[in-house]
Each structure stands twice: as structure tokens, then as C-alpha cells.
């Protein structure tokens, strides 16, 4: 694949390594919008987007223009997502989002919706905690948001997620902690007043990232639609 990386933050430089490594082409390096103008079909096969919130919807939006296959790990402006939606199906344009890329962190979502849905007419308060680096800039992370509404689904009771002390038990508690050189940690704790129940996904290195960003583009740059984390899981 000719790959167009949209951000070369510490993410965008692992998934050149990883991407070189897997015997594709860098084809194109946006840091910036004149760069994005270079970004063409002719030249790459597909773009992968890990920028900022304020920046994310614009360039998306222009990949799926341009009919080229975009994935972005960008968290903090999906309150523009149905509107990407709306693009890709008038452009017949492709694209995936997901605030996690790890393979084994999506089989953590399927496990932790698994659970949710086991046991959320027992009398089990779900709970979160994430550890990330202290580089991050998001707070709670997106991977936490993403557990949160796997737990709502099944919880009829609860109806958002917290980042703060509370005795709201509508709401999931979610807490965030920052120690330098954390990948990521995540940890989903379903307590009664007489047993826990506590499932723990740990990176041990930010590579595994890029990987499932590799997989992913891998398997999806031919094909059309939106698409998510769990087609792909699911389609493996």
C-alpha cells in the first residue's frame, strides 16, 4: 500500500516504522493544510489520520472528497461524526475510526460488553480506571470512553460516565492517572458490597498501536462504507 500518514507525532512516526517494516510506501507526510492540498488518489491508497480535535473533522472530510480511504485514532471531535457519515455515503467514500488501534484492547471491548450484559441486572456499581503518560492530552482517555458506552448498553440504569468523585450511581466513574512512560493501562471493576469482578487490558509498548493500524488499513483500503473496530475483530 501507498500510505499517506495526516500527523507525525510520536503515533504517525511508529506507524512509518511499523508500516516500512510490513513492505508498504510512505507515499505522503501532511503536517500541516498546504501539505494536505498534496494529498491525492493518484498517490496513496489510503490515509492515516492521528492529529488534534481541531483538525481532525477537516481533514477526514477532504480524504473522503478526494476518494481516498481514511482511518483516524484522533479522539475529541466525534461530535462530527454523523457528519462524516453523511460525506462517506454521498462520496461513496470509506472510513473507520477508533480511539483504540490495539487488537487486544477490541477483544477487551467485546469481553467487557460480554460481561456488561451478564451481569447488569445483579447488583454490581461498574467502575474505570485508566494510566496513561503523562504526554497525554485527553482526560478521560478515549479507550475509557469507549468501555464506559460498552457498559451502557447493557445498563439501563446508568446514563453517562463521570470523571469525579460522586455518589451519582446513574453515572460510570471513570478515573485518569498520569505516570511518565504508561502506554496505557485499563481497568473495568464491577463491585457488590460482597465480591469484585476487575478485567485489565496493558500495553507494554506504544508499537502495538501502530500494528493494529497497519492491520486495519491492510484489510480495509478496498473496500466502501464506514466501518469500525469490531467489523474488523469480528470479520477475523
Known amino acids: 500500500m501507498r500510505i ?20 508498504h510506501t510512505i507515499s505522503l507526510i501532511v503536517k500541516d493544510d498546504n501539505e494536505l492540498m498534496k494529498l491525492d488518489s493518484n498517490q496513496s491508497d489510503i490515509a492515516i489520520e492521528f492529529t488534534q480535535p481541531s483538525s481532525a473533522f477537516k481533514n477526514i472530510s477532504y480524504c473522503i472528497q478526494q476518494n481516498i480511504p481514511v482511518i483516524s ?33 477490541n477483544l477487551f471491548f467485546e469481553l467487557n460488553k460480554w460481561l456488561a450484559d451478564k451481569i447488569a441486572q445483579l447488583n454490581f456499581q461498574p467502575s474505570i480506571l485508566e494510566i496513561h503518560h503523562t504526554e ?34 446513574k453515572k460510570i466513574r471513570i478515573v485518569s492517572e498520569r505516570t511518565p512512560n504508561v502506554p496505557g493501562t485499563h481497568t473495568v471493576s464491577y463491585s457488590s458490597p460482597l465480591e469484585s469482578i476487575d478485567i485489565t487490558h496493558t500495553a507494554h509498548n506504544r508499537s ?29
Open 4 to 23: 499517506a500518514l495526516i500527523g507525525y507525532g510520536k503515533m504517525g512516526k511508529a506507524i512509518e516504522k511499523i508500516a516500512l517494516e510490513s513492505g
Open 208 to 236: 502495538v498501536f501502530a500494528e493494529g493500524v497497519v492491520k486495519v488499513s491492510e484489510w480495509i483500503y478496498k473496500k466502501k462504507g464506514v466501518y469500525t473496530m469490531s467489523d474488523f475483530i469480528n470479520d477475523k
Open 136 to 169: 497525554k492530552k485527553d482526560s478521560p482517555s478515549g479507550t475509557a470512553i469507549t468501555l464506559a458506552e460498552g457498559i451502557m448498553a447493557s445498563y439501563p440504569s446508568i446514563n453517562g460516565w463521570k470523571n469525579v468523585e460522586s455518589a451519582d450511581h
Open 73 to 105: 485514532g484522533t479522539t475529541g471531535w466525534l461530535d462530527r461524526l454523523p457528519e462524516v457519515e453523511k460525506q462517506c455515503k454521498k462520496y461513496n467514500g470509506t472510513f473507520l475510526y477508533a480511539s483504540n488501534f490495539s487488537i487486544g484492547v
